[in-house]
């Protein structure tokens, strides 16, 4: 048994890549890398991942955006449209391969090692969609060349000692810093916590036993079962049958039915 830090995300990443490369078709995009390109230029990234937000099941305590629609949304194309709209479609070529860049660096696999020496992986998909849904795509490249990634969600500010600049930090590696200085007032921060909230959910890796080390604001990725619905109530609470959303495990072979879970409001 093990401590899972990276949300499932490494697991997540070998399922969907697994069933985008090795699709019937044999001619399958890379789910991971380029798909998306078919999405409308005329509808918005901020839209689309709106559209895609699951209500958590057994009383509708909070929202998350699936990991799948993640993957699907967050791809070098759609990233790529968004930080042309951000900085002006009409830039120089330099500008234009600066952004392409960009794109490929926010979907790109970063791999780092756990306390374990385990080798986990990683991206900037979900800092890029927080970016989005707070219409501050333009400073997505700042996150970037700070060498912020999802493994450092969630993060946190705080005013940097002795200065009147602000500051984001890991959560879990307190060190790790970014000045942003007086550009973000608090209510900009507020907004990027509260966003961040719809991308903790974790993915369940149920092959395997571990534990996961959750922020406390991470929605888990639970659905009503609509085949099997059941809400109780009683004097100190509402009880709701729910199972795991299908995009966040990789045991579809076994029953659904298998993890159904009682959710106690």
Known sequence: MFTTIDRGYTAAEERYRNNSLGAADGNATDLLKGIGAHFSSAVSLNELIRSSLQQYGGGGRGKWLPIDKLFELVNESLVYQELLRAFGEH????????????????????????HAGNTLKSSRRSIFAILTLMDKVQDAPKFVDAELSDKDLPLNWRTKPGTKDHEFYS????????????????????????????????????????????????????IEDEHNIRHRQGHHGSVWRVKIHPAHHDAHEVLLSTFFSDVID
């Open 91 to 114: 830039l120089c070529q330099d500008k234009i391969s600066e952004l392409r860049d960009y794109a490929k660096k926010i979907c790109a696999d970063i791999t780092y090692l756990d």
């Open 171 to 222: 959560t879990f590696i307190p060190n790790k810093t970014w000045t942003v200085g007086q550009t973000w007032r608090e209510n900009v921060f507020d907004s990027f916590l509260g966003y961040q909230k719809l991308m903790l959910s974790p993915f369940f890796a149920l092959k395997t036993v571990s534990f996961h080390d959750l922020d406390p604001d991470a929605v888990l990725p639970f």
